[in-house]
């Protein structure tokens, strides 16, 4: 069982609490990401993990073994760095070997792993090549040579695409999810790219400020954010927010922003709780255009359409606010040129409480 | 293009000739290129001028009265009106017990500066990168930089005290333990070990300064992903710190042979004497007995072509060298 487990981990520097107690569990096999803004302290909690810093409070697990006081090299952890940390005085294949070598494991294993992960990670015509010799792709292929040729239990990634452009990110993030398959190997990547994190991960850790925001599967934190900060992180364009408060309607509870009313699904904390302030998630995907002869639609003040081909961003503004919608284009270029607001079926509005940002419970979609 | 007929494709390359003919013409020649260079960019001309003067008074305009060394040189003829007597002095020169000896002496001495002078600073470096504790560590090196900002002849007043025969710190401890006391400064066998010594203790420290400069620069990933790996210190500095500072030492080295026959020739007047010669005298101090004291220029600038000539040899040698087998050299 190669799960990491982490118990109220805290990093201090100083007086400074960096990270502020961590609990997680990592199943064997499970490729796990922390995602969040940068400084939130992802890759502090990565180094504590790997062990290049020290855990000032709290109890780490890896392999239910107890390894807090463990050095670095018995914690049988591979790390792939942000800027590849190849040595440049060494060709590709002595750079994926280095790790073995270092172990002076026997010559004849080591050159049949080097062998055997260049040819896994497709770098078999380079292997005489030194570093700076190669694309950024290819180098990115060498860090992570390294790390996968020791067969560690667990693999630590820390932002290992953010070296690449855009184009080359989209390969490699292809190609990491495609090994992990392969390997099967526990995996913890920490990157600031939701897009990254909803792609790879099984699980996602979306961290803030030292504290896990939340957890969950991708699909699960993008339709049940569990409050704003999650809402907001992920999806792209992220999901709408709208000051209101709540009033009776005449099918349970609405929320007046402005001059207008949206109606609510009847939630029951938002029973009898007339006046009180909340937030509006509107994911931009869960709406519908409205053109002037809709029924029930909330009118918004469009700016500015971006047609991206299959699908246009509607640029608006809804009561002050900027107020994003998605929508295919297929058959509805005509509606959109007469677009005057949405419609939005009641349950998939997401309901935030306004002070404390939390989403109101009650409150889940299914996939 | 391959389908296309055959008059057509003349006719491009054609076109092709005559805008390269017009790109040509268009280009200004390089005295014009230059010029706007030095029109846009004058400051940083400005900020050479210095070093330029400095080479051309202190460097190029002596090597005018270099014609010497092929003249029966006299001062009152000047450099001009001295009679050109073409390789004579370089004969007397290597006729001469002395200046053979001088020579024998400046490769010795200047083998074992080399030896064990040029990898001093480089240990110093890595062992003060392995000091943990920062307070330990800044004492220490400001101590060892200390020797390089003292005077050579205050240096050599230390080392002659310390050797003293009388009350010298080296003989005392000899006696603690039994030994007889040694006069070590008119011992011929002495004098290079104390010479080199001598010159790694006053210049090492400061030296080491380039080395850890260089250290500082290589990326701390490096290191991480090796503790990761499960690297000791001991592998870390041969297999990542050595091999990262090595285009630095090449270097030092290429710099370190073309100043190779330059022995600190002022520490060796300080601290020889006649009793020494045998083993002490050098090129230089050879130049300025001979040169200075003895007023024959003449054949004190040939003895000095000669150790520049050959110092220019080794430093074009050194880069060759190393250009070939290690992709760094000094141009
Ligand atoms: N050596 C250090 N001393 C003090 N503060 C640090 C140190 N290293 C990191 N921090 C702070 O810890 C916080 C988290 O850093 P980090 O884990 O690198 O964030 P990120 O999520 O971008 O990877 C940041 O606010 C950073 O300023
Ligand atoms: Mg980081």
Known sequence: MSGVTLEKIVKRYGAVDVVHGIDLEVQEKEFVVLVGPSGCGKSTTLRMIAGLEEISDGDLTIDGRHVNRVAPKDRDVAMVFQNYALYPHLNVAENIAFGLRIRKEKKDKIAAAVDEVGRILGLTPYLERRPADLSGGQRQRVAMGRAIVRRPKVFLFDEPLSNLDAKLRTQMRAEIKRLHKRLGATSIYVTHDQVEAMTLADRIVVMNDGRIEQIGTPMDLFLNPANTFVAAFLGSPPMNMVKARIADGAQGPIAQFGTQTIQLARLPELANSKGRDVILGIRPEFVTVATADTVGQVKVEVDLIETLGSEALIHASLAGDPFVIRTETVGQMAILDGISGFTIEPHLIRVFDAQTGQALPGQVLEQ | ?331
């Open chain 2, 1 to 331: 293009m391959i389908n296309e007929p055959q008059l057509h494709g003349s006719k491009t390359e054609e076109l092709i000739v005559e805008a390269g003919e017009a790109l040509r013409r268009r280009k200004p020649s390089r005295m014009v290129r230059i010029g706007d260079h030095v029109k846009r960019e004058w400051q940083l001309y400005l900020m050479l001028l210095p070093t330029i003067l400095w080479l051309l008074i202190f460097l190029y305009k002596p090597m005018y009265g270099l014609q010497i060394a092929f003249k029966d040189y006299s001062i009152f003829r000047g450099v001009a009106g001295s009679p050109w007597i073409g390789l004579e002095h370089f004969q007397t020169l290597f006729g001469n017990d002395q200046f053979l000896r001088a020579i024998k002496n400046t490769v010795i001495i200047s083998f074992y500066s080399l030896i064990f002078g040029f990898p001093m600073p480089i240990i110093l470096a890595l062992m003060f990168n392995e000091v943990l504790h920062q307070t330990f560590k800044k004492t220490a090196q400001t101590i060892v930089y200390l020797p390089h900002f003292i005077s050579s002849v205050i240096i050599a007043g230390i080392v002659i005290t310390a050797f003293s025969p009388s009350a010298g710190i080296v003989n005392t401890v000899l006696e603690w333990f039994g030994g007889e006391s040694i006069y070590f400064l008119t011992r011929p066998e002495w004098f290079r070990p104390i010479f080199v010594g001598t010159g790694i203790w006053q210049e090492a420290g400061f030296q080491s300064i380039v080395y850890l400069a260089a250290i500082a620069g290589v990326s701390p990933t490096l290191y991480e992903s090796a503790v990761v790996d499960g690297a000791s210190r001991w592998q870390m500095m041969w297999k990542i710190t050595l091999p990262s500072i090595l285009p630095t030492i090449i270097i030092m080295l290429i710099i370190r042979i073309g100043n190779m026959l330059e022995v600190s020739f002022e520490m060796i007047i300080l601290l020889y004497q006649p009793a020494t010669y045998e083993t002490a005298d050098v090129v230089n101090t050879f130049i300025y007995r001979q040169g200075i004291q003895g007023g024959q220029y003449d054949l004190a600038a040939a003895a000095g072509l000669f150790n520049a000539v050959v110092a220019f040899v080794l430093v074009m040698t050194a880069n060759t060298i190393s250009k070939r087998y290690s992709r760094t050299s000094l141009w």
